[in-house]
T-cell receptor, first 110, second 116 residues
Framework: GQQVMQIPQYQHVQEGEDFTTYCNSS?????IQWYKQRPGGHPVFLIQ?????EVKKQKRLTFQFGEAKKNSSLHITATQTTDVGTYFC??????????FGQGTTLQVKP | DTGVSQNPRHKITKRGQNVTFRCDPI?????LYWYRQTLGQGPEFLTY????????KSRLLSDRFSAERPKGSFSTLEIQRTEQGDSAMYLC??????????????FGQGTRLTVV
């Protein structure tokens, strides 16, 4: 079935360093969403990307959707301890269900 | 609070017992999703509804699992004859899906099931 591969699984960074997580699909996606889940919490919506080559920014977070709409990335500039959590990409399958990537867990050392 | 509400928040049950969880979505949302999440893993799709119609159920889901959304509002997820492997966090999410619109999902706090 449809799925995306999300890498890396874990990332440990020093506070102030940058962080990037990637999602790659073998099929073209109609859109992709990104969510953040804090330890012990539930996934919280960050953004949705729809257009080919789309780039959106939210403060220190930059989201990209590839030209072929098969890959996406989330980049955090100058990480802070509040960025700790697991970041998931999520996409709509051709049957309408929402499928999560495997997630990237970010640890930030102060 | 007008977010997605799940009850109970925690459930401890003995193996072999039946359990039922409830999800109250955001009121105008037409889609409702159920996921299962175990520690260190991403949420795994279980099933979803468009209004009262159950559109898809995971093939990984055994017949012990059933979900309903009788009036297109709240939903229940029942697990019969629970097994220790059913221990997990069960997440519910809802979204308002319109043609060409945003499909962001709003998640509840989840129900943590422990089967002893």
């Amino acid at each position: 079935g449809q799925q995306v591969m999300q890498i890396p699984q874990y990332q440990h960074v020093q506070e102030g360093e940058d962080f990037t997580t990637y999602c790659n699909s073998s099929t073209t996606l109609s859109n992709i969403q990104w969510y953040k889940q804090r330890p012990g919490g539930h996934p919280v919506f960050l953004i949705q990307l729809v257009k080919s080559g789309e780039v959106k920014k939210q403060k220190r977070l930059t989201f990209q959707f590839g030209e072929a709409k098969k890959n996406s990335s989330l980049h955090i500039t100058a990480t802070q301890t509040t960025d700790v959590g697991t970041y998931f990409c999520l996409f709509s399958s051709n049957t309408g269900k929402l499928i999560f990537g495997q997630g990237t867990t970010l640890q930030v050392k102060p | 609070d007008t977010g997605v509400s799940q009850n109970p928040r925690h459930k401890i049950t003995k193996r072999g017992q039946n359990v039922t969880f409830r999800c109250d979505p955001i009121s105008e949302h037409n889609r409702l999703y159920w996921y299962r999440q175990t520690l260190g893993q991403g949420p795994e799709f279980l099933t979803y509804f468009q209004n009262e119609a159950q559109l898809e159920k995971s093939r990984l889901l055994s017949d012990r699992f059933s979900a309903e959304r009788p009036k297109g509002s709240f939903s229940t997820l029942e697990i019969q004859r629970t097994e220790q492997g059913d221990s997990a966090m069960y997440l519910c999410a809802s979204s308002l899906v319109t043609l060409g619109g945003r499909t962001e999902a709003f998640f509840g706090q989840g129900t943590r099931l422990t089967v002893v």
